[in-house]
């Protein structure tokens, strides 16, 4: 085998590779965008509700392959015509990136070991069902029915044979869906860990159609969601064991390992990017 296959512009590259990620304007998604953009993607859709932020991103790309598609993957219907539209311009697609979602409601004042049940529950079953509800559909049931809406424009992206690894979902996740610890919410960490056990029971029943299931956790990363906690990006050890929220090029890395030739071999994995949070705290990881 020739050294020249082991360099990391050969292993990490996403040349020609055709990408769909949900929620790809901002955040965790939009630091998704940029890295497959950059790094040879031949075109990256990103879907959201809002027309600003996305046309903000792919104007902000200098590649010109991102392609902005406003809509709302809680829609059945708004996915499959997303779906044939994309299916009309290039024919198949070989990554789907679920990363769509959504805070959801939070405790108004945090109890604490000395709380007073009443005050436990005043702060935690205030959510109207109808917010519990919304949080699910976008951060789980959505992840589900885009999987279901593209998996024919996958199976044609393996049969298309542009790259050589095998066409994939990858799920964005939480280190909520294993923490014990409640930072604000049970719903968000129920949603995470349903969408997590989601991608576990893909990765098996797509077994035979030769597409790939995996999923990112993250821990803190700079975004419009997570910006109230952020604060300065500095934290205590005994919070976050390297003491900062993760960076753009972190996530960048991650990505890129899991979509290129370098993560090819990964299938039913889950990579926790949450600098050493969970090693601290009580979870089920």
Known sequence: MATSTLHAANLFNVNGLVAVITGGG??????????????????????????E?????????????????????????VLASIVSRIESEVGYINLLVANSGMAGPQA???????????EFTA????????????????????????????????????????VSQTSQVIATSSITAFNRNIPG??????????????????????????????????GLFPSEMAAGIIGSGVFPRERIPLQRVGTEEEMAGCILFLASKAGAYCTHALIVVDGGRLAIQPSSY
């Open 185 to 218: 919410s049970f719903i968000y960490g129920q949603t995470k860990a349903a969408t997590t056990h989601l991608m576990k029971q893909l990765s098996t029943q797509l077994v035979p159609y030769d597409i790939r299931c995996n999923t990112i956790a993250p």
């Open 53 to 77: 932020p996305l046309e903000a991103a792919a104007s902000s790309i200098e590649t010109g392959n991102v392609i902005p598609i406003v809509g709302d993957v809680t829609d059945k219907e």
């Open 26 to 51: 901002t955040g965790i998604g939009l630091m998704m965008t940029r890295a497959l953009a950059l790094n040879g993607a031949a075109k990256v859709y990103i879907i959201g509700r809002r027309k």
């Open 108 to 118: 108004t004042q945090i109890p604490t070991a000395s709380s007073s049940l009443s």
């Open 123 to 162: 702060a935690y079953g205030s959510p109207s069902v109808s917010d519990v509800v919304k949080t699910f559909e976008l951060n789980t049931v959505a992840v589900y029915f885009s999987v279901m809406a593209f998996l024919d424009l996958l199976d044609k992206g393996n049969k298309k044979g542009n």
